[in-house]
T-cell receptor
Framework: EAQVTQNPRYLITVTGKKLTVTCSQN?????MSWYRQDPGLGLRQIYY???????DKGDVPEGYKVSRKEKRNFPLILESPSPNQTSLYFC????????????FGPGTRLTVL | DAKTTQPTSMDCAEGRAANLPCNHS???????VYWYRQIHSQGPQYIIH???NNETNEMASLIITEDRKSSTLILPHATLRDTAVYYC???????????????FGQGTRLTINP
């Protein structure tokens, strides 16, 4: 089954404790991206990747890092999480770019205390 | 990418057609209209997209006005599982043109009532 998976689905952590949210797709997609969703602010893009080793900032990249060492994986790294990064995070992928049908993961609900 | 305007919320009776409008009066000639929906904090789901001709797939129909300044997403026989937030997005299609992000806006919260 074609899908985008994210782990963990739920995470409660404390300020400053490094964490990684994994994203994996099994569709051989070139394009992957991360969004965060907050009440009243909608979905905002954090980072995206057009292919292996090609990443770029979205609208809200501060406090986040990403890497794209393999085509299928696009982890989101929070080196020193802060409470303002408490949010619902979605990973998405598509064939070549954002204009193609986007497949979204199930989401990761992160709480930073 | 062109900006879109959607009603904040709508209601529809189960079994009836749900018609969700979207205004995109500043749309450019090479911009497509996309519709996604999000069911209660799940990941957004692609529904349909089109340029100027009406489109239909297994989920919905998309009617775009001749001047392309507005469109309507039609769910022909709405069910309770269609309750979701529906997003109308306008952007350039094809390859790597334009900014590589989707701008979701606030969408329309559609509630299907039994």
């Amino acid at each position: 089954e074609a899908q985008v998976t994210q782990n963990p689905r739920y995470l409660i952590t404390v300020t400053g404790k490094k964490l990684t949210v994994t994203c994996s797709q099994n569709m051989n997609h070139e394009y992957m991206s991360w969004y965060r969703q907050d009440p009243g602010l909608g979905l905002r893009q954090i980072y995206y990747s057009m292919n292996v080793e090609v990443t770029d900032k979205g609208d809200v990249p501060e406090g986040y890092k990403v890497s794209r060492k393999e085509k299928r994986n696009f982890p989101l790294i929070l080196e020193s999480p802060s409470p303002n990064q408490t949010s619902l995070y979605f990973c998405a992928s598509s064939m070549t770019g954002v204009a193609d049908t986007q497949y979204f993961g199930p989401g990761t609900r992160l709480t930073v205390l | 990418d062109a900006k879109t305007t959607q009603p904040t919320s709508m209601d529809c009776a189960e079994g009836r057609a749900a018609n969700l409008p979207c205004n995109h009066s500043t749309i450019s000639g090479n911009e497509y209209v996309y519709w996604y929906r999000q069911i209660h904090s799940q990941g957004p789901q692609y529904i349909i997209h089109g340029l100027k001709n009406n489109e239909t797939n297994e989920m919905a129909s998309l009617i775009i006005t001749e001047d392309r300044k507005s469109s309507t997403l039609i769910l022909p026989h709405a069910t309770l599982r269609d309750t979701a937030v529906y997003y109308c997005i306008v952007r350039v299609a094809g390859g790597i043109q334009g900014a590589q992000k989707l701008v979701f806006g606030q969408g329309t919260r559609l509630t299907i009532n039994p």
